[in-house]
Structures are given as structure tokens and as C-alpha cells.
């Protein structure tokens, strides 16, 4: 088989880390700034939530309610955790600009400025803990965590993966260096800064609250109310039926994480007073994509049959990892690493998450109530035609013969 033209040397290596540096910033950029359908704010499962723990564990002791500031709390993430914390009884405060779904929890308290240049409203306030979901830019987190060092005991920054600048080498824990950027004072959030300036973020958070800070990074968050269709591609697609391409081999591994589990998370280690830094992706044991796959088939009545086609190939008929084949990376090279990040130390923390089929139809379902005009224009995966094209080129291709 012909193998596709390739760079030389380091130029190659390069290229490919900074692909996968802006692929990643690209789906966490989306996830960040993307909206959940106001119709369906929580968007929950099945699965009954988690009740706090009592004195002998981690939690709220004897039950009292947390007192809990969100900057942020009407994207994607933000009513999870909202909605998590309203269960196990504590009381929110959002702050934001009111200009997304303002409309959403009219009973939580909300208080309207821009964390850029006006936090007049959080002065003179005092919560037990504040969960930083929108913080990109090093100055407004420091501006943020220095106003509320005296106001809040505990800050949770939501930070990402994307800070580790190399994706080489399986195994990646939170002592893996991160990416830095020749300027620190940047503050153009683009797919190739983003990684670094969240990283500066983490690091200004600390500055302000020493020993009292949490930085959570999450990978590829997904599930209902998913603005990107970074995984939702996935059931949508196999949903339809008929033959699906499918990407490299059943067993290249995929990583991501429900948003339920991680807004239940997030409660808990508010909860348990857990400061740190915690990689947060999943599931708990290794997963292919062709078993993701196969969880997406049965939960829409096995009506597709899947073609399997090597990167290579992919390559050449310029089906792009990620973007044409979301949540997947060919796991060699640069991205041996990828899909391999360690959250041990998180899962050591209660970090738990729900099968693979309960992600896969409650997105499904969610994904369906949207308008017929949303549902027909997804915002990640190969397009219906080019899919044709690689398919029918991979039953052409030249066979060894003997």
C-alpha cells in the first residue's frame, strides 16, 4: 500500500505535536464557551446521585450545606455542577454576565458583573468555596482569586489536559511537566496558547491562595448538553446506520469524561476540603474506541456495521483525526500518549464514573429533542459524502497478492 507523504526529522515531530496541542484546545475551547439547551439545563441520567459522606469519610460532615460561588455556571459544565451541589444541598451563587440563559435557576442567587474589570458585586461576600469554570487568562484568575483570598476558603480551578505541551509518552500524571509560552502576557486564547495560558492560570490561582487551591484538569468532557459534538458525532452517527467508517483498530484508546460525574466530582472535593491537582478523564479501565463503538450500536438497535480503516490510509484520503474522526488520535508518535493520561490520584479521590452506555443514550436522547435544523447540522465528524468517498476508496485499494 502506498504510505502518504511524511516531513523529515524533527519538522514532522513538530508538526504532529502542534495538530494535537490545537485539536485538543479546539474541542476544550468549544466545550468552554459552548451553551446547554436552556429547555433541559441538567440534562441528568439514570444513575441516582451520590449523597455526601458523613464525618467518618471526606464530605460535609454532618450534612451542613457548603456555601458555593460559581464564575461562570450557564455553559456546558456549570449546571452540572450546579445541579449536583442543589442535590446534596448547598447553597449557589452565580456570578456571570447575565447574558447567556439568564433565565436558567431562577432560584439560586445570581449576581451580575464581568470578570474582566468588574467584580464590584462579589465584595464584602463570603462563600466556603469557589469553582472557577471560566477562567482563560492569567490576570482575570489572579484579579478573581485575590479579591475572594479573604472571602472564600477553598478555590476549585477548572483547568484541562491541554496543559501538558507533550502527548508522547503514555502514563501522563499531574507531575508531567506543562506547556509554557515564550510570552506570559498574552492574553489571545487560540489553539496553540491555549494549553500554556491555562497552565499560567493555575499558577495564578495558587499565587493568590496558597495550600487552599484545586485544580481539576479535565479531557474531553461530553454528554448531554455537548455544544462541540466532539463525542455526540459518535451515537448520532451510528445511530443512522448502515456501513460506518470507523477509525484505525478496535483497540486504540479513547478518553473522555461524562459531565454528570465530573460536576458530581467537583461537589465532592468541595465537600471534602481536597486541595491539589487531579487529572480528570475516564473511563476507570482502558477503552477502546471499537467497544465505545459498540456501546453506541446497541443503544440504537445494532443497525451499523462498522469498516475499519488504518491511519494511513485515513491520512491520505485526508480524513483528519479528531475533527473527521472525533475523540480518536492514532496512538503512536506524538500522540502515543493521548488517550493514555493517569487519573489515579483523582479515582483515589472518589472520581467515578458511569458506563459507557448510559453516556452514550442519555446523548442520544438529549441530542434528539433539539431543533430539526441543530440535528442536521452536526458540528464534528466527516461529512455523509466524504465518509462515502473513503469507504468506497478503501474497497478499491490494491490488495497484496499471495
Keep these: ?191 496553540e496558547t491555549y494549553g500554556a495560558l491555562k497552565a499560567l492560570c493555575e499558577q495564578s490561582a495558587e499565587k493568590a491562595m496558597p495550600g487552599r487551591v484545586t485544580i481539576i484538569r479535565p479531557g474531553l468532557i461530553v454528554g448531554p448538553g455537548d455544544p462541540t459534538d466532539r463525542f455526540t458525532y459518535w451515537p448520532v452517527r451510528v445511530a443512522r446506520g448502515g456501513e460506518v467508517l470507523a477509525p484505525g483498530s478496535p483497540s486504540d484508546p479513547v478518553q473522555y469524561i461524562d459531565a454528570r460525574d465530573l460536576g458530581e466530582w467537583i461537589v465532592e472535593v468541595i465537600e471534602g476540603r481536597t486541595f491539589g491537582v487531579y487529572n480528570a478523564v475516564g473511563p476507570k479501565e482502558a477503552l477502546g474506541i471499537g467497544r465505545m463503538l459498540d456501546a453506541c450500536n446497541a443503544a440504537s438497535g445494532g443497525k451499523a456495521t462498522f469498516t475499519w480503516v488504518d491511519a494511513a490510509f485515513l491520512e491520505e484520503q485526508k480524513v483528519a483525526p479528531w475533527s473527521d474522526m472525533p475523540v480518536w488520535v492514532p496512538p503512536v508518535g506524538d500522540g502515543a500518549g493521548f488517550a493514555r493520561t493517569s487519573s489515579a490520584k483523582a479515582i483515589a479521590k472518589g472520581l467515578d464514573f458511569r458506563p459507557i452506555e448510559e453516556t452514550v443514550k442519555a446523548t442520544l436522547d438529549w441530542f434528539r429533542t433539539l431543533p430539526e435544523e441543530r440535528q442536521s447540522a452536526l458540528k464534528s465528524g466527516i461529512k455523509p459524502e466524504h465518509e462515502a468517498e473513503v469507504l468506497a476508496a478503501w474497497r478499491a485499494r490494491p490488495r497484496p497478492v499471495g
Design 1 to 191: 500500500m502506498k504510505r502518504p507523504h511524511r516531513q523529515d526529522g524533527e519538522a514532522s515531530r513538530r508538526t504532529r505535536r502542534q495538530f494535537l496541542a490545537r485539536a485538543a484546545a479546539a474541542a476544550a475551547l468549544a466545550g468552554a464557551f459552548g451553551r446547554i439547551s436552556a429547555a433541559d439545563p441538567a440534562a441528568g441520567g439514570n444513575r441516582p446521585r451520590k449523597q455526601p459522606k458523613d464525618k467518618a469519610g471526606t464530605g460535609s460532615g454532618s450534612g451542613k450545606g457548603r456555601r458555593i460561588l460559581i464564575l461562570g455556571g450557564t455553559g456546558f459544565l456549570g449546571p452540572q455542577i450546579v445541579e449536583a451541589a442543589r442535590q446534596r444541598g448547598h447553597a449557589l451563587t452565580l456570578f456571570n454576565r447575565g447574558k447567556t440563559h439568564p433565565e436558567l435557576f431562577p432560584d439560586v442567587e445570581k449576581l451580575r458583573g464581568d470578570r474582566d474589570g468588574d467584580l464590584k458585586a462579589l465584595e464584602g461576600k463570603k462563600w466556603d468555596a469557589v469553582v472557577d469554570t471560566s477562567g482563560y487568562v492569567p490576570r482575570i484568575v489572579r484579579d478573581s482569586a485575590s479579591l475572594l483570598k479573604d472571602a472564600v476558603q477553598h478555590y476549585v480551578f477548572i483547568s484541562t489536559l491541554s496543559v501538558y505541551g507533550d502527548t508522547s509518552k503514555p502514563g501522563m500524571d499531574e507531575s508531567t511537566p506543562v506547556a509554557t509560552i515564550p510570552d506570559p502576557t498574552v492574553e489571545k486564547v487560540t489553539g
